[in-house]
């Protein structure tokens, strides 16, 4: 029986063998570093469970001891996080701010300086020069800006703040395995406020998959070889789905009566924008443009310009979620190659939100079913649908853009103001209708000769400029649509 019970025994242990069934004692994982007080308790309690897991994930505890020692949240950082010129300055100051003569100069000398490679560059990724120079202009004012900020400390404060914590913390572990890898030294990791890195400003994880190492020196170097920094651009807009030969944006002429409702962000075919009598401002578009996919923006509403995105305006996004963004670096592009700005002037004349009022508007919006999102005084693509959606309430032109004319509309809708009690208009004579026709012409109306003689052409021109100033639609010539059209044309 005892040898029987040996053999049993000894059977089973080669079985288990055979299966691969046998336990093997996991290494305990190394203990996660120790830091000091920063002197901020919730800092405190963060970075030391961020460390706890990241070690759980495998990054080195040294490592993250050295990244993560003497570190304390910086409040700069925050504020410059809630005050994003993309979200918060008027669109017309956004564009014009970044579209400037030493700018576009920048990229035409930095063109000529590397030619060869920017040309290799273009044939390899389809990504063309001037859409590369345009993000490193607009990034690192092509490798001149200051970067001020340490990467890990900038990581930390904005992870530890929570708005965005996961995608923070995301970026630390990268930063992290940079260093593991050897793959930056102590002076590569100044960064941007946001912990944006090198010339191109690649977040950490960004970096890891994306830079690349054009000459093959053996480093992916986007903080001083410009070869690496234009290809490492390049390659991260090829990977987000960039389409060879394909336009970025037209600026468009959209006709009388156009229903703003459909700048909703739809994708319709030029050809059925076309159908729809929405002309381009260069000359009309090849057969094969026909079939591209667009949808319609408003940048600063009715009054502004009017432009079809096509598809690789959605990948200069990837880059930055923003469309002001991608209006830069498309508009610097053009400027490169010697072409004009956009065709049709900012609105300046109707003022723009700031943070406090916009704020105010997300809350009545909400208050009055219309969801805008959480109330953070940034203009984003909720806000702007639920204007979107009040103003198709109200019988206005539902372009989307807020105004002060709009806020103090939905504080009288929202019981939290008074109307104002309305002047009764009078009727304009000969020389009043002649100078409204004169306005009218200016702003796009299109009434013909000002001949001083209300016919169907001229009334229907009031009728659209009432309905695109949120103004009660009458179509009459009044004293009161005088004034408002002399305001619109500056």
Not at 25 to 41: E, L, R, Y
Not at 203 to 216: F, G, N
Not at 224 to 243: E, H, M
Not at 446 to 463: C, F, K, L, S, Y
Request: charged share 25%.
């Amino acid at each position: 029986m005892d040898m029987k019970r040996t053999l049993f025994v000894l059977a089973a242990v080669l079985l288990s063998l055979a299966c691969g069934q046998t336990q093997v004692s996991a290494q305990p994982a190394p203990p996660p570093p120790s830091f000091a007080s920063s002197g901020d308790p919730s800092f405190d309690a963060w970075r030391d469970d961020f460390a706890a897991r990241a070690v759980a994930r495998g990054r080195d505890p040294a490592v993250l001891g050295r990244l993560l020692s003497g570190l304390r949240p910086d409040p700069r950082i925050v504020e410059l996080d809630q005050r994003q010129p993309e979200f918060v300055a008027p669109v017309w100051d956004y564009v014009t701010n970044r579209v400037t003569e030493n700018r576009i100069a920048g990229g035409r000398a930095l063109r000529a300086e590397i030619a060869p490679t920017l040309r290799a560059v273009e044939e390899r990724f389809g990504v063309p020069q001037g859409i590369i120079l345009g993000i490193w202009g607009l990034e690192s004012n092509y490798g001149a800006a200051a970067l001020n900020y340490d990467a890990a400390a900038a990581l930390a404060t904005l992870a530890h703040e929570g708005r965005r914590r996961q995608q923070f913390e995301t970026y630390l572990l990268a930063l992290a395995e940079m260093v593991e890898r050897g793959l930056a030294d102590q002076q590569q990791l100044r960064s941007s406020w946001a912990g944006a890195l090198g010339q191109p400003q690649f977040m950490p994880d960004v970096y890891l998959t994306t830079a690349v190492d054009w000459d093959s020196d053996g480093h992916r170097d986007i903080w001083t070889n410009r070869g690496d920094v234009a290809a490492s651009i390049a390659n991260y807009l090829a990977d987000r789905g960039w389409r060879r030969g394909e336009p970025v944006f037209d600026e468009v002429r959209l006709p009388a009566g156009f229903d703003y409702a459909l700048a909703d962000g739809a994708q319709r075919s030029v050809a059925e924008w076309a159908g729809r009598g929405v002309t381009r401002m260069e000359g009309d578009w090849s057969a094969n443009e026909s079939a591209l996919q667009a949808q319609l923006f408003l940048p600063a509403g009715a009054q502004g310009p009017a432009l079809l995105l096509h598809h690789n305006f959605a990948v200069i996004r990837r880059y930055n979620n923003s469309d002001r963004y991608a209006l830069v670096v498309a508009l610097l592009a053009r400027a490169f190659e010697g072409r004009g700005g956009l065709v049709q002037s900012w609105p300046r004349q109707l003022g723009a939100l700031n943070r406090e009022q916009t704020l105010e508007l997300q809350t009545l919006l909400n208050g009055l079913g219309h969801d805008a999102g959480a109330p953070d005084g940034l203009f984003g693509s909720a806000t702007r649908r639920a204007v979107r959606a009040f103003q198709v309430s109200e019988g206005q032109a539902a372009d989307g853009f807020p105004t002060t004319a709009l806020l103090e509309q939905l504080r009288v809708r929202s019981g939290v103001a008074t109307a104002a009690p309305a002047r009764e208009p009078r009727g304009l004579g000969p020389a009043g209708v002649r100078e409204l026709q004169r306005l009218l012409n200016r702003l796009g109306y299109h009434v013909g000769r000002a001949d001083g003689e209300i016919g169907p052409r001229t009334r229907e021109a009031i009728r659209r400029f009432e309905r695109e100033r949120g103004l009660e639609v009458r179509g009459r010539a009044t004293d009161i649509i005088l004034e408002a059209a002399r305001a619109a044309a500056g």
